[in-house]
C-alpha cells in the first residue's frame, strides 16, 4: 500500500520527510561554513550565508559546490557564479544534481561502452585511435589471453608472467572507477619473474595479486553494481620525459572535455591536467592529486586545485616544484584525438577523456560519460553553463537536440 502510494506521489513530493526533517541541520551547516570561509577570508558571513542559500534556492548549485567552485569570491559577479554546474556527488545529496546532468548527455543505453574498459578498447582501438596494448583479461570464470591460453586463477597467471616476457604492465579492473584498485608494475625484484614490483616499491606474486582482486569494497562503492571479477593486463604507458621531469613516474593524464553540439560538431569545452607527485600509479584526486587547469590554445598549465582544499596551489604537493607555465608536449595532437574520439560515438553528447601523453604523442586512455564536474570547474577561470554547452543543455533539457 505505502509503495503504491509512493509511486502516485509527485516527483517533487517524494523523500519531501526527509528532506523536511534535515532542513534545520543543513541550515546551521551552512551557517557554520559561512563563518568559517568568511573569518578565514575576511569576509562578510551574512553575505556568504545569503548568497549561498539564493544560489541554491534559485539555481540549485548547492553549498558544497558554492565553496568547492570559491563562488565566494568577492571579483565574481552574480552572472559568473550562475555559469558553475553544481556538483554534489561527494556532498550529502549523494549526486542527485550529477545523475540529471548525466542522464540528459549520457543514455544509459550507452554507458556500456565507456563502463566496460575492454569493450571500450576494442571499440576506438577499431577506429585506428591510439590505445594501449591488451596482453589480457584475469577473471576466474572467462580470463584469458590473447593468444588463448587461460588466465583464470594464481597458476594461469603465474605461467603468462613467467612466459609472456613482459616486464611492465598495469592491473586494473574492467569495470573501475576513481583509480581505485589500479596496479601499475614496472618490472620484477631481483628478476625474479614472479616477483612483481609496483611503482612505489611494493612486491606482489601471482598469489598476491589474485588475492587482491577479493578486496573489492572501494571498488564497489566507487562503481555499485560493477562486476568486481575482471581485471585487464595492459601495456604500461610510459609518460613524456618532459612530463616525467616535472612530476615523476605516475602517468598523468589530461581530462579533456567535450561536447557534440547541437549541430553534430565534436568541440572542446575545457581541460585539466591531472598531476600526481607520488608514485601511487593513479592520477585521480581522491589520491592527493592536482588538477591544473588547461590553456585550450597553448597548452600552458594554470593554477590548480586539490580536493578537501579551497586554496588554489601552484607547486606540485610535497614538492617545491612549480607547474604553472608548464607546456603541455603534443598539445595539438592531444586535443585532435579528443575531438576525434567524441565524433566516433556522437550520441553521447559529453565525455571527459583521459589522455596520457608518451613520447611517440598522445594515447587515449578512458572515456567518462560519467564525467567528474568539479574536476572540470575546481581550477576553472569560469563556470560552463555557457555558450554551445549551454544551449546543448537546455535543448536536451526541454527535449530537443536528441
Known sequence: ???????????????????????????????????????????????????????????????????????????LSWEEKKRYLADDYYSEERG????????????????????????????????????????GVYDPVYGYTLDGRSLR????LRNWLVTSGVEEFVFKPVEGAEGHK???????E?????????????????????????????LRAGNPGADTRSYLIERRI???????????????????QTIVTLEGEPRIIAAVCKLQPNPVGVDHLIHNAVGAWVDLDSGVLGRGRMRGDLDYVSVLPGTETPFVGFRLPYW???????????????WVRSVGWDIAISEQGPVLVEGNERWAISLVQ???????????????????SEGEGE
Not at 534535515?22 to 545569503?50: D, M, Q, T, Y
Not at 586463477?153 to 594461469?156: N, Q
Not at 613524456?240 to 602517468?251: D, Y
Not at 595539438?332 to 556522437?346: H, I, N, Q, T, W
Open 1 to 75: 500500500m505505502i509503495g503504491n502510494l509512493r509511486r502516485l506521489a509527485p516527483a517533487d513530493f517524494r523523500g519531501l520527510p526527509r528532506r523536511v526533517a534535515r532542513e534545520p541541520r543543513r541550515i546551521a551547516e551552512s551557517w557554520r561554513c559561512a563563518r568559517k570561509v568568511a573569518s578565514e577570508n575576511g569576509l562578510s558571513a551574512l553575505r556568504l550565508f545569503g548568497e549561498q542559500t539564493l544560489l541554491e534556492k534559485l539555481y540549485s548549485i548547492n553549498r558544497y559546490s558554492y565553496y568547492l567552485y570559491r563562488l565566494f569570491e568577492p571579483g
Open 96 to 135: 542527485e544534481a550529477n545523475l540529471r546532468l548525466w542522464s540528459l548527455l549520457a543514455p544509459e543505453k550507452y554507458r556500456g561502452l565507456y563502463d566496460n574498459k575492454l569493450a571500450f578498447n576494442r571499440f576506438f582501438g577499431s577506429l585506428g585511435l591510439p590505445l594501449a596494448e591488451i596482453y
Open 153 to 156: 586463477d594464481a597458476r594461469d
Open 182 to 188: 589500479i596496479l601499475v608494475f614496472a618490472g620484477r
Open 190 to 218: 631481483s628478476g625474479d619473474p614472479d616477483r612483481l614490483l609496483t611503482l612505489d616499491g611494493d612486491i606482489y606474486d601471482a598469489e598476491r595479486l589474485v588475492a587482491s582482486t577479493r578486496d573489492d569494497a572501494a
Open 238 to 256: 610510459r609518460q613524456h620525459p618532459e612530463l616525467t621531469a616535472l612530476v615523476g613516474q605516475t602517468l598523468c593524464c589530461i581530462r579533456v
Open 332 to 346: 595539438s595532437e592531444v586535443k585532435d584525438l579528443a575531438l576525434r574520439a567524441a565524433a566516433a560515438f556522437p
Open 378 to 396: 575546481m581550477s576553472a577561470p569560469h563556470g560552463l553553463m555557457t555558450g554551445e554547452f549551454k544551449a546543448l543543455y537546455e535543448a536536451l
